[in-house]
């Protein structure tokens, strides 16, 4: 009840104001130092202007529609003297605060502090990954977390193959079965359509490496600039869906890689 006293006070304060009255109003003063001046813990001199000490807790917004807190003398739009905190997830020791180009602030790790990061595999077996003819991506099981910024996401994903020969697709998404970027954008000229891609050819004779002598394997790699815009994101690794027998996905060959380094 206390504070929404407070709140209709300060509102009726700045009404007036707009309405052109042009004498200072204060609350927990009644001597106030500008157009509207808060004394938050009603110690300041009774006449006079407040000790630089009784200032810590003031509030002042001045003719010039300067707003000061902790000063009731404001050089700016809004001058804070003290210690400020804030707070948007991505705060983080040795964080910088940056903006983009419509002012919006953020936090963000510069890459000089940022490390390269390594994408999640799975740890235990698991059934094969194979395609089923539909329209849906399927979700490799591999997936990567990032900060906020601007990375480089880099993956080699190794598949067997069936008899043919095919152009296979693998993209990233915060999605396990769609086609999805929240909290990430790609930088890349596809944009949204920013994909791996590579030809998969037919057998290769390796006759000690599988039981009956055939191993067909194919190699899809690349690399994708993207920017993660929210303080953390999962990103999924999503295969493309290719008719029945295409090809099979062992998330545990050794060929594999998923990792990103960032670069602003």
């Given at each position: 009840?206390?504070?929404?006293?407070?709140?209709?006070?300060?509102?009726?304060?700045?009404?007036?104001?707009?309405?052109?009255?042009?004498?200072?109003?204060?609350?927990?003063?009644?001597?106030?130092?500008?157009?509207?001046?808060?004394?938050?813990?009603?110690?300041?001199?009774?006449?006079?202007?407040?000790?630089?000490?009784?200032q810590?807790?003031?509030?002042?917004?001045?003719?010039?529609?300067?707003?000061?807190?902790?000063?009731?003398?404001?050089t700016?739009?809004?001058?804070?003297?003290?210690?400020?905190?804030?707070?948007?997830?991505?705060?983080?020791?040795?964080?910088?605060?940056?903006?983009?180009?419509?002012?919006?602030?953020?936090?963000?790790?510069?890459?000089?502090?940022?490390?390269?990061?390594?994408?999640?595999?799975?740890?235990?077996?698991?059934?094969?990954?194979?395609?089923?003819?539909?329209?849906?991506?399927?979700?490799?099981?591999?997936?990567?977390?990032?900060?906020?910024?601007?990375?480089?996401?880099?993956?080699?994903?190794?598949?067997?193959?069936?008899?043919?020969?095919?152009?296979?697709?693998?993209?990233?998404?915060?999605?396990?079965?769609?086609?999805?970027?929240?909290?990430?954008?790609?930088?890349?000229?596809?944009?949204?359509?920013?994909?791996?891609?590579?030809?998969?050819?037919?057998?290769?004779?390796?006759?000690?490496?599988?039981?009956?002598?055939?191993?067909?394997?194919?190699?899809?790699?690349?690399?994708?600039?993207?920017?993660?815009?929210?303080p953390?994101?999962?990103?999924?690794?999503?295969?493309?869906?290719?008719?029945?027998?295409?090809?099979?996905?062992?998330?545990?060959?050794?060929?594999?890689?998923?990792?990103?380094?960032?670069?602003?």
């Open positions: 009840m206390k504070n929404l006293k407070l709140w209709l006070s300060i509102t009726c304060l700045l009404m007036g104001a707009m309405q052109g009255q042009a004498q200072n109003s204060g609350v927990n003063t009644k001597n106030p130092q500008g157009l509207l001046h808060l004394d938050g813990s009603k110690n300041n001199n009774p006449s006079g202007a407040p000790t630089a000490v009784q810590t807790d003031d509030f002042m917004v001045t003719l010039d529609g300067l707003v000061g807190i902790g000063t009731i003398a404001p700016h739009k809004l001058d804070i003297r003290g210690k400020i905190q804030i707070k948007d997830g991505g705060e983080k020791v040795g964080a910088v605060l940056t903006t983009d180009a419509t002012g919006l602030a953020v936090w963000n790790l510069p890459s000089t502090i940022k490390s390269l990061v390594n994408g999640s595999f799975p740890s235990v077996n698991r059934p094969d990954v194979v395609p089923n003819g539909g329209t849906s991506p399927l979700d490799s099981e591999v997936s990567i977390t990032l900060s906020r910024g601007k990375w480089i996401v880099n993956a080699g994903i190794t598949f067997i193959l069936g008899d043919g020969i095919i152009y296979q697709r693998c993209y990233l998404s915060t999605a396990t079965n769609l086609f999805q970027q929240n909290g990430f954008k790609f930088l890349s000229p596809g944009g949204a359509q920013t994909c791996y891609g590579g030809v998969l050819f037919k057998p290769l004779k390796n006759g000690a490496a599988e039981a009956g002598g055939t191993i067909q394997l194919g190699f899809v790699t690349g690399s994708a600039i993207i920017e993660v815009t929210q953390s994101v999962i990103i999924h690794l999503l295969l493309q869906n290719q008719p029945i027998g295409a090809y099979h996905f062992n998330k545990s060959y050794l060929e594999h890689y998923f990792y990103a380094r960032p670069i602003d």
